[in-house]
T-cell receptor
Framework: DQQVKQNSPSLSVQEGRISILNCDYT??????FLWYKKYPAEGPTFLIS?????DKNEDGRFTVFLNKSAKHLSLHIVPSQPGDSAVYFC????????????FGGGTRLMVKP | EADIYQTPRYLVIGTGKKITLECSQT?????MYWYQQDPGMELHLIHY???????EKGDLSSESTVSRIRTEHFPLTLESARPSHTSQYLC?????????????FGQGTRLTVV
């Protein structure tokens, strides 16, 4: 049973436009959410996170939105750049579960010049 | 920049061989993890540790074993490698940070068993 789902395996966006990556979760105990970026043959790198007490967190071109009632979060990248092309993983953790991270399946973002 | 290192980066090995994948971190993190990822698939947690002498199995069953004798070191061992073990293995570590946990990953080991 997948507790964190990224239903879009891939997304293609034109340079300069907005990229929106979506993530859904089923475990209501999750209280911390993260986005990681992964290039081929490398480990994931942390991008941005959000606590369940917030509904928005912004860091430069990256903004994460959290809708707790819908159990949905999204990552917005604006403006998108070719260097943003990578696989993006959504992850979630629960304080009462030792804060172990549960990952989604990833979304491959391709930003075309 | 994360200070977590995995060796080797790439390994091609024959069936039946014993292998150890190394993972070390210099951040003093108590928690360490091993994830397995097949191409285009999600990351699956196979082992984790809360600290020295603590090891637990993750969500995905794995024939590998781990040890945590020192805080900074979390090696993963396969006693007898098989082609089904071909995958990318990712090590990570984390420290509790406020209400949440940010994990830092190593660069991974791509293992191919022939």
């Amino acid at each position: 049973d997948q507790q964190v789902k990224q239903n879009s395996p891939s997304l293609s966006v034109q340079e300069g436009r907005i990229s929106i990556l979506n993530c859904d979760y089923t475990n209501s105990m999750f209280d911390y959410f993260l986005w990681y970026k992964k290039y081929p043959a490398e480990g994931p790198t942390f991008l941005i996170s959000i606590s369940s007490i917030k509904d928005k967190n912004e860091d430069g071109r990256f903004t994460v939105f959290l809708n707790k009632s819908a159990k949905h979060l999204s990552l917005h990248i604006v403006p998108s750049q070719p260097g943003d092309s990578a696989v993006y993983f959504c992850a979630a953790s629960a304080n009462n579960a030792g804060n172990m991270l549960t990952f989604g399946g990833g979304t491959r973002l391709m930003v075309k010049p | 920049e994360a200070d977590i290192y995995q060796t080797p980066r790439y390994l091609v090995i024959g069936t039946g061989k014993k292998i150890t994948l190394e993972c070390s971190q210099t951040m003093g993190h108590d928690k360490m993890y091993w994830y397995q990822q097949d191409p285009g698939m999600e990351l699956h947690l196979i082992h984790y540790s809360y600290g020295v002498n603590s090891t637990e199995k993750g969500d995905l069953s794995s024939e590998s074993t781990v040890s945590r004798i020192r805080t900074e070191h979390f090696p993963l061992t396969l006693e007898s490698a098989r082609p089904s073990h071909t995958s990318q293995y990712l090590c990570a570590s984390s420290a509790f940070k406020g209400k949440g946990t940010e994990a830092f990953f190593g660069q991974g080991t791509r293992l191919t068993v022939v």
